[in-house]
Nanobody, 128 residues
Framework: QVQLVESGGGLVQAGGSLRLSCAAS????????MAWFRQAPGKEREFVAA????????YYKDSVKGRFIISRDNAKNTVYLQMNSLKPEDTAVYYC?????????????????????WGKGTLVTVSS
């Protein structure tokens, strides 16, 4: 079992920044990749960004490229999502997720939220 706990959400004005954190505990040594997803009110959950655990390769949703940065600290078993130049359309509950299967980051991105473990989410609200 793996436990994922997100933090760092909150209210920010458009153009501002936030950094989300996801602390992992439990059977983390078998994790192959970590990802952030988000779900806006009335919409389906969607992929945002992913990172491989060993080499730190990254992959992003097109609309966040150049604004969001995903990173990880293996020693702390923590994944981060630095969000800059936030827009009202970034408002959503952001979820951290762990992947244990042999998949590419691109496959994770189109997985339709098919991940092995999920956190409970943290709310990000961007005001205009």
């Amino acid at each position: 079992q793996v436990q994922l706990v997100e933090s760092g959400g909150g209210l920010v004005q458009a153009g501002g920044s936030l950094r989300l954190s996801c602390a992992a505990s439990g059977r983390t040594f078998s994790t192959t990749a970590m990802a952030w997803f988000r779900q806006a009110p009335g919409k389906e959950r969607e992929f945002v960004a992913a990172i491989t655990w060993n080499f730190g390769f990254t992959y992003y949703k097109d609309s966040v490229k150049g604004r969001f940065i995903i990173s990880r600290d293996n020693a702390k078993n923590t994944v981060y999502l630095q969000m800059n130049s936030l827009k009202p359309e970034d408002t959503a509950v952001y979820y951290c997720a762990a992947n244990y299967r042999p998949r590419t980051l691109q496959q994770i991105a189109v997985s339709g939220s098919d991940m092995d473990y999920w956190g409970k989410g943290t709310l990000v609200t961007v005001s205009s």
